[in-house]
């Protein structure tokens, strides 16, 4: 029985009916709603690529039906720049070469925002620690840690 | 990867979903954070017709003292739990093993009552629900029952619930003055489940003594395995490294782990000798 969800993603209001209640919330995103910056990785709950911001909790999008997103504020990585603006946390990828196919990365920055709201000065063992749930095949994860310090950096400045 | 087609309900009160349970029966399945029953239903390893899901029913998302004793309510979240402060200084096991499930993306959604409910032989709840001395409440359709933790779980993936009943609280007494506990695991990575998990619950009594030690493993059985003859070592002198090494050596004894992909049975074997050790020795540490 189809139900009807009603969600506010990246601040824009979505009235989605028909929604079948084994439809995933990352495909809900992806094919419903056309936001393909969410990846699809893994899809076992182990990689992290499909993290979103659900009711300000970083959560597996592909470990969640889309019917309970009925109103659920969703935030993807298409709503964390402020317009032409990048986040630090974006800025900070770009400057310490956070990523190489950046598939992951969508995901990482997920995370580490929700990271960087837990802990706003956190140290290097806390950014490995708070990235366990996301896997990254290419960098080794050095450089993401670079990315992640250097964006709580940014962001400390900017707040004091 | 789809889970295969199924009627789903989300009942606003128990009541509720447990006549829906009573309706559908074994065909039904309760979803509680999802972290363990979607990723079975996406592997089609279940395939339930109903699912019933719990997310409408706040009344079981609370952390609480009342008088002697913490409730915790069923769908309170694995990082709601090791990020109470009531929960990290008067059950710092139980905040332990909350901290250590999953990874911080699965943290935020699974709950303790699922985890619970799920009953994995190597999941971290069930050794530190027991070493606790946990009671767990569930309704069903003739009311509602206390099941000790100790009785809980009955085999792997298997609780003594009925397919019509619903855990709704766990409840834990406070500890003594002298209680410190600790809960600690070897995985391989983050979201990994326990190769073997140590929870220790100790009460320091008189001249730098152990008067009450419960030692309880999780990834070595089907169910969560006390260590009685360790704990009375704990408890048969002053608690000194050599004892605590001594009852880690005794923890080793008539163990019979299972073999799986992550380890076999003999290193289950001598990694809980080790972990027995040094969970009996952080949980010492605390005061």
């Known amino acids: ?160 | 990867m789809i889970p295969r087609a199924f009627e789903y309900f989300d009942p606003a009160t128990l009541e509720e979903a447990v006549g829906l349970l009573e309706q559908h029966g074994e065909d039904a399945k309760l979803m509680a954070g999802g972290q363990s029953l979607l990723p079975m239903m996406k592997l089609r390893m279940v395939s339930p017709a109903v699912v019933v899901d719990l997310w409408r029913l706040p009344e079981l998302d609370y952390i609480r003292r009342d008088d002697g004793v913490v409730r915790v309510g069923a769908m309170a979240t694995h990082y709601a739990l090791h990020s109470s402060p009531l929960i990290r200084t008067t059950l710092p096991a139980l905040a332990d093993a909350a901290r250590v499930v999953g990874d911080p993306l699965v943290r935020n959604l699974g709950t303790i009552g699922g985890s619970a409910a799920h009953a994995a032989y190597n999941a971290d709840y069930p050794a530190v629900l027991v070493a606790l001395n946990a009671e767990l409440l569930a309704v069903g359709p003739d009311g509602k029952r206390s099941i000790p933790a100790v009785d809980f779980f009955t085999d792997t993936f298997t609780t003594c619930l009925e397919p019509t009943e619903i855990v709704t609280d766990i409840l834990i007494p406070v500890p003594g003055s002298g209680a410190r506990s600790a809960y600690l695991k070897l995985s391989r990575r983050g979201t990994d489940f326990a190769i073997v998990g140590v929870a220790a619950a100790l009460t320091e009594g008189e001249g730098g003594h152990c008067a009450d030690a419960r030692v309880v493993l999780t990834g070595v059985g089907d169910v969560p395995v006390r260590v009685t003859e360790a704990e009375e070592i704990l408890q048969a002198g002053p608690l000194d490294a050599e004892r605590m090494a001594e009852a880690g050596e005794a923890a080793k004894r008539n163990l019979d782990p299972p073999s799986d992909v992550q380890a076999d049975a003999q290193y289950r074997v001598d990694v809980s000798g080790v972990y027995v050790r040094r969970a009996v020795a952080a949980a010492w540490q605390r005061s």
């Not at chain 1, 970083?58 to 402020?82: F, M, P």
């Not at chain 1, 969508?106 to 290097?124: C, K, V, Y």
């Not at chain 1, 366990?132 to 840690?145: F, P, S």
């Open chain 1, 1 to 160: 029985m189809a139900r009807t969800v009603q969600a506010t993603v990246n601040g824009r209001k979505y009235y989605e009916e028909n929604v079948e209640p084994r439809l995933l919330l990352v495909h809900f995103l992806r094919d419903r709603l056309g936001l393909t910056g969410t990846h699809v990785g893994c899809d076992s709950t182990n990689c992290g690529a499909c993290t979103v911001m659900f009711n300000g909790k970083a959560v597996k999008s592909c470990t969640l039906l889309a019917v309970r997103a009925d109103g659920a504020e969703i935030t993807t990585i298409e709503g964390v720049a402020d317009e032409d603006q990048l986040h630090p946390l974006q800025e900070g990828f770009w400057e310490k070469h956070g990523l190489q196919c950046g598939y992951c990365t969508p995901g990482m920055i997920m995370s580490a925002l929700q990271l960087l709201e837990r802990h706003p000065d956190p140290d290097e063992a806390t950014v490995r620690q708070e990235l366990e749930g996301n896997l990254c095949r290419c960098t080794g994860y050095q450089n993401i840690v670079e990315a992640v310090l250097w964006a709580a950096e940014r962001l400390k400045s900017a707040g004091a």
